[in-house]
């Protein structure tokens, strides 16, 4: 029963940056791990960015050198720092925990680039 609470969407030109975040109702020593996943309107969903309990990241190719996912074990956070961002990276942004065979969500967060 993990929750998952997104914050930091909105509106950015192009080239611009945002910071996503992710508070977790449950310590990360219980979760095994965490990432962030998008989809844009007829696209399917996929992962951006990924780490693990041990702190390994995994990117995307597209958000590679632009992206970087971070924790605070101490606040239970999940970050997303979004840098360069393009039109491309339009979408809704979502939080996902995996605790064990479990799959937790976020609700999502907009994010929209403009030129």
């Known amino acids: 029963q993990v929750q998952l609470v997104e914050s930091g969407g909105g509106l950015v030109q192009a080239g611009g940056s945002l910071r996503l975040s992710c508070a977790a109702s449950?310590?990360?020593?219980?979760?095994?791990?965490m990432g962030w996943y998008r989809q844009a309107p007829g696209k399917q969903r996929e992962l951006v960015a990924s780490?693990?309990?041990?702190?390994?990241?995994n990117y995307e190719d597209s958000v590679k050198g632009r992206f970087t996912i971070s924790r605070d074990n101490g606040k239970n956070t999940l970050y997303l720092q979004m840098n360069s961002l393009k039109p491309e990276d339009t979408a809704v942004y979502y939080c996902h925990a995996r605790r064990w065979a479990l799959n937790y969500w976020g609700q999502g967060t907009q994010v929209t680039v403009s030129s």
């Open positions: 780490i693990s309990s041990g702190g390994s990241t």
């Open positions: 449950e310590s990360f020593f219980s979760i095994n791990a």
